[in-house]
């Protein structure tokens, strides 16, 4: 990452975890954050969210709105909106289901993107991000997520916590978290 990035968080899982907590490490140092979780496998088929902390507590939100576009790398493309997501929507970024056994033999999962108004007690919070996953080590498919959430609150963020849905546990992966500097 460039100069405008600082990481002020990186956990790197070789063996399973129930979650990732990246704990105490948002402040008013920085507006915006950058979020990176890559290599990332878990112990069966699911998906992972990310949710925001509170005074080093997992928030539980269910007032989140989801928008985005979806590609399948074979050629078809489709829009997102928060129907599609499963209730309640309690998170700032999500990787979608996919089959995370092909993982295993290399087909691993990115998502990354960017984290707004962490730090303001009066401005929702949102997301801007992209993630890629495989759906079958049988097909070679690959799908693509360019999606956009807001968290309909106002709290003040200290952290991020990342658990598995549908899976017991993460199993590998790197998740690095970067403050964006001001100017």
């Known amino acids: 990452m460039s100069n405008a990035y600082v990481e002020v968080a990186h956990v790197e899982v ?6 990732v907590d990246l704990a105490n490490c948002m402040s ?3 507006d915006v954050y950058y979020l990176v979780c890559s290599n990332v496998t878990l112990d069966a088929d699911g998906g992972y969210k990310v949710v925001g902390k509170v005074s080093n507590v997992v928030e539980t939100v269910e007032n989140t ?8 790398l074979g050629g078809s493309y489709g829009q997102y909106n928060t129907g599609v ?18 993982a295993l033999t290399g087909n691993n999962s990115v998502l ?7 730090q303001s007690s009066s401005h929702n919070k949102y997301s801007i991000y ?4 495989a759906t079958s080590n049988t097909t070679d498919r690959f799908w693509r997520y360019r999606m956009q959430v807001e968290v ?3 709290n003040i963020y200290d952290g991020l916590y990342i658990t ?3 899976a017991t546990n993460i199993s590998g992966g790197k998740f690095t978290l970067y403050g964006m500097k001001n100017n």
């Open 85 to 102: 997501f499963p209730t309640p929507r309690d998170f700032i970024m999500i990787q979608r289901n996919y089959n995370f056994q092909t």
């Open 65 to 72: 709105a989801v928008a985005g576009r979806a590609s399948d």
């Open 152 to 154: 309909d609150n106002t």
């Open 14 to 19: 070789t063996s399973n975890v129930s979650a």
């Open 130 to 133: 992209n993630n890629m996953n």
């Open 112 to 118: 990354e993107g960017y984290i707004f108004n962490t």
């Open 164 to 166: 598995p849905q549908s």
């Open 28 to 30: 008013s140092t920085y």
